[in-house]
């Protein structure tokens, strides 16, 4: 039996996290623990849940870890030999644990699996693998694109989406840095890609089975009603999001890229920040402040981490 330990962040929002439980539960391979990391920093979050579910573990936080951290703290108290990491606002077929652990034993160094995940309208592709595009940033395969079976075969990726991100537990101890098994500076945006790729140059990995299937509400627990499952996903984020989806970008890159491949793709590179910074410049001038900020203080700190791994 190949132990699976599931963790779930959530803030609460929505009520997502009840249908997300409710899919775990009816798993024809019945996960080994579930765990619920509690972010919502609300005191009686936990109760209802309790009662409902009794066999669920709720870790409650009196402050925010947001994604990464509250991430690293299930990771390092999880026993299975499989973790699947997911977000609250996702519903699992059935047979996704099952049809995912099949990915697992394609090769022994295969360290990560995605299934094939689609928008809650279950015709529009999410993702069916994270690839790390010439632009240096995190492309999720088929997103926004309909469901006509063009992924419908399995295979190599470079890594999977962190909405629904199932890993190996040995491989997350291997490519474990201080900071934890996910940056916990990032937050949230780019940790799946920056794993990804820290695996990759581990010599780890990835693979996607298009059987395991998992439905995703899309920016569910952050974005407002109105920006959900639209396209251009930025105009509908924070000030403060907004910092982390670039500042985490260029961390990635800072952390991963070799010199001559950062030459080869720098004028793509170029390209993207000029469009990035334009819209901030004239739509989001408070992000550059934040950034600013925030930025700059975390170069040295990367570049010593990136020598020491």
């Given at each position: 039996?190949?132990?699976?330990?599931?963790?779930?962040?959530?803030?609460?929002?929505?009520?997502?996290?009840?249908?997300?439980?409710?899919?775990?539960?009816?798993?024809?391979?019945?996960?080994?623990?579930i765990?619920?990391?509690?972010?919502?920093s609300?005191?009686?979050?936990?109760?209802?849940?309790?009662?409902?579910?009794?066999?669920?573990?709720?870790?409650?936080?009196?402050?925010?870890l947001?994604y990464?951290?509250?991430?690293?703290?299930?990771?390092?108290?999880?026993?299975?030999?499989f973790?699947?990491?997911?977000?609250?606002?996702?519903?699992?077929?059935?047979?996704?644990?099952?049809?995912?652990?099949?990915?697992f034993l394609?090769?022994?160094?295969?360290?990560?699996?995605?299934?094939?995940?689609?928008?809650?309208?279950?015709?529009?592709?999410?993702?069916?693998?994270?690839?790390?595009?010439?632009w240096?940033?995190?492309?999720?395969?088929?997103?926004?694109?309909?469901?006509l079976?063009?992924?419908?075969?399995?295979?190599?990726?470079?890594?999977?989406?962190?909405?629904a991100?199932?890993?190996?537990?040995v491989?997350?101890e291997?490519v474990?840095k201080?900071?934890?098994?996910?940056?916990?500076?990032?937050?949230?945006?780019?940790?799946?890609?920056?794993?990804?790729?820290?695996a990759?140059?581990?010599?780890?990995?990835?693979?996607?089975?298009p059987?395991?299937l998992?439905?995703?509400?899309?920016?569910?627990?952050?974005?407002?009603?109105?920006?959900?499952?639209?396209?251009?996903a930025?105009?509908?984020?924070?000030?403060?999001?907004?910092?982390?989806?670039?500042k985490?970008?260029?961390?990635?890159?800072?952390k991963?890229?070799?010199?001559?491949?950062?030459?080869?793709?720098?004028?793509?590179?170029?390209?993207?920040?000029?469009?990035?910074?334009a819209?901030?410049?004239?739509?989001?001038?408070?992000v550059?402040k934040?950034?600013?900020?925030?930025?700059?203080?975390?170069?040295?700190?990367?570049?010593?981490?990136?020598?020491?791994?």
């Amino acid at each position: 039996m190949m132990l699976v330990s599931v963790l779930i962040v959530t803030i609460g929002a929505k009520d997502y996290i009840q249908p997300c439980l409710d899919s775990l539960l009816e798993q024809t391979h019945p996960p080994f623990e579930i765990m619920v990391m509690d972010n919502s920093s609300q005191p009686d979050f936990a109760r209802p849940l309790n009662s409902l579910y009794p066999s669920v573990k709720i870790y409650s936080s009196a402050e925010n870890l947001f994604y990464t951290g509250a991430l690293n703290k299930g990771i390092q108290l999880a026993q299975g030999e499989f973790i699947l990491c997911l977000n609250d606002d996702v519903v699992l077929d059935k047979n996704f644990i099952r049809e995912s652990l099949k990915g697992f034993l394609v090769d022994e160094q295969v360290g990560s699996v995605s299934g094939k995940i689609l928008r809650s309208d279950r015709k529009t592709y999410d993702s069916t693998g994270l690839f790390l595009s010439a632009w240096r940033t995190a492309k999720e395969r088929g997103y926004g694109r309909p469901d006509l079976g063009q992924f419908d075969k399995s295979g190599f990726i470079f890594g999977v989406s962190g909405s629904a991100a199932f890993y190996r537990k040995v491989m997350l101890e291997a490519v474990k840095k201080q900071g934890g098994y996910f940056d916990a500076d990032f937050r949230m945006f780019y940790e799946d890609l920056d794993l990804s790729w820290r695996a990759q140059k581990c010599g780890w990995l990835a693979y996607y089975v298009p059987t395991a299937l998992i439905y995703h509400a899309r920016g569910g627990s952050f974005r407002p009603d109105s920006g959900m499952n639209k396209p251009r996903a930025r105009k509908y984020l924070n000030d403060r999001l907004h910092c982390d989806l670039i500042k985490n970008r260029y961390l990635t890159i800072l952390k991963n890229e070799t010199f001559f491949s950062f030459l080869g793709h720098l004028i793509p590179i170029c390209i993207y920040d000029l469009y990035a910074w334009a819209y901030v410049i004239f739509f989001r001038p408070k992000v550059i402040k934040l950034f600013l900020s925030c930025f700059f203080a975390k170069i040295n700190e990367r570049m010593h981490q990136r020598r020491l791994f």
